[in-house]
């Protein structure tokens, strides 16, 4: 791969995004009453996506016909390829259905295998929208708070069975784990699947952050981690996070229960999502079978951003940050300054102008903590440590010089 491609560590170079209906740049004023902050908070990447993407959506666009198109054998291939090379698990054809993105999957997983009023359970803080299409489909919500230690987090399994035990018909799973940045291990997902099968929930794992874990991590496919549990999952996957095609919309969903995969299916063609977008297609295909040689560049370097946080973070003026094993994503605990949230919110935003997500989007444990998303050039990420310093700076009344990186 041409390195002058990607953005070197060193790069000051940003993606100009403002103004290209951009979820990340282009909604700040919405969000946080003012645009002219450094945006550091929806889970995309300020970084150009794999250029061997952008050539053959050049080249598919060059066709000038863009009508109803359906995701072939190759695409399908792609993954299964893809999946047995990166994770070593081997996945049948099958087992394979569609979805236009994770969470709508997820959407779809619960109409297709639970009732309404059934008990969901989901273990947090985690991603808000989990909450979200729970409840917006009349589910209802059962949730067991990851244990914290000093910023490292654990699965509660004692928590968790007493929950199972209440009649949780499903589970969804974060793994790895966004916000705390766990990679699960293949011990945890074990101990968790045991549970699961021992009181017969269904596991919907959404593994969308499974390609980016900083060794010595390691991922773990949940389907995998025991013998019963291909049966008892569905795992859900796709190429936005991990090359930085979000916009696109796709994913797969991975069902070996035949049964659930007709059932999913089913609901799939009741709402007619059956056919594809053509870029979607396209890029799918491409990054999934010429991605890998960006994303081993893209892996040090997401992990070297997320080092320069905790180094110049942890331990500053009482905040506590943990290197996260995978994602892009940084887990700032601010809890030591005893602010109120949303003073801590406007005192990042008015002082620091920087726009980082409230750590309430994933729950009431996160309360005190605010994520930061460093899957952006070095220079973004340098400057936004120096705004978070700024903020602390000005609520104590130090000047701004003393706290420039
Ligand atoms: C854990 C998790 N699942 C799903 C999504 C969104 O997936 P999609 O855009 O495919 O619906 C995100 C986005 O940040 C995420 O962090």
């Not at 009023?117 to 989901?122: E, S």
């Not at 795992?235 to 059932?263: D, Q, Y």
């Not at 960006?294 to 331990?315: E, H, R």
Request: aromatic content about 12%.
């Amino acid at each position: 791969m041409n390195l002058d491609s990607f953005p070197r560590p060193d790069c000051s170079d940003l993606i100009v995004r403002k103004g290209t209906n951009c979820e990340k740049w282009d909604r700040l004023d919405q969000v946080y009453g003012r645009d002219d902050l450094l945006p550091m908070w929806v889970a995309d990447m300020d970084l150009p996506v794999p250029p061997e993407v952008v050539k053959a959506i050049k080249l598919r666009a060059g066709h000038p016909a863009y009508g109803y198109t359906f995701r072939p054998d190759s695409y399908y291939q792609a993954f299964i390829d893809w999946a047995l090379r990166r994770h070593g698990w081997q996945i049948n054809f099958e087992w394979l259905s569609d979805a236009p993105g994770v969470i709508p999957a997820l959407a779809l997983c619960i109409n297709a295998l639970t009732d309404p009023g059934d008990q969901i359970l989901i273990q947090t803080p985690v991603y808000g929208p989990f909450y979200h299409v729970v409840s917006s489909n009349n589910r209802k919500l059962a949730t067991s708070p990851l244990l914290e230690d000093r910023g490292y987090y654990r699965m509660n399994y004692d928590d968790l069975a007493a929950k199972f035990a209440k009649g949780v018909k499903m589970l969804i799973l974060c793994n790895p784990h966004n916000p705390v940045g766990r990679v699960w291990t293949l011990d945890e997902l074990r101990h968790l699947g045991e549970l699961c099968l021992a009181y017969d929930v269904k596991i919907v794992a959404d593994e969308i952050w499974a390609d980016l874990v900083f060794p010595p991590f390691k991922y773990h496919p949940m389907a995998a981690a025991g013998h019963e549990l291909a049966r008892q999952t569905i795992t859900l996957m796709a190429p936005s996070k991990t090359f930085n095609i979000a916009g696109l919309h796709n994913s797969v969903a991975v069902i070996p229960n035949k049964e659930w995969k007709r059932s999913y299916d089913q609901a799939t063609k009741r709402a007619y999502l059956g056919f594809a977008n053509v870029f979607s297609v396209t890029a799918f295909t491409a990054a999934y079978c010429h991605g890998g040689e960006w994303l081993d560049q893209l892996l040090p370097y997401l992990k070297s951003n997320c080092d320069q946080v905790v180094a110049a973070l942890d331990g500053y003026c009482s905040l506590r940050v943990r290197p996260p094993e995978g994602t892009y994503l940084v887990w700032l605990d601010f809890r030591g300054l005893e602010l109120d949230q949303d003073l801590l919110i406007r005192m990042l935003v008015e002082h620091g102008k920087i726009g980082l997500s409230d750590g309430r989007f994933f729950g009431r444990e996160g309360d005190g903590f605010m994520r930061m998303n460093v899957g952006c050039p070095r220079s973004m990420v340098m400057d936004g440590i120096s705004r978070i310093k700024k903020s602390i700076a000005c609520l104590s009344g130090e000047t701004e010089s003393e706290y420039e990186v």
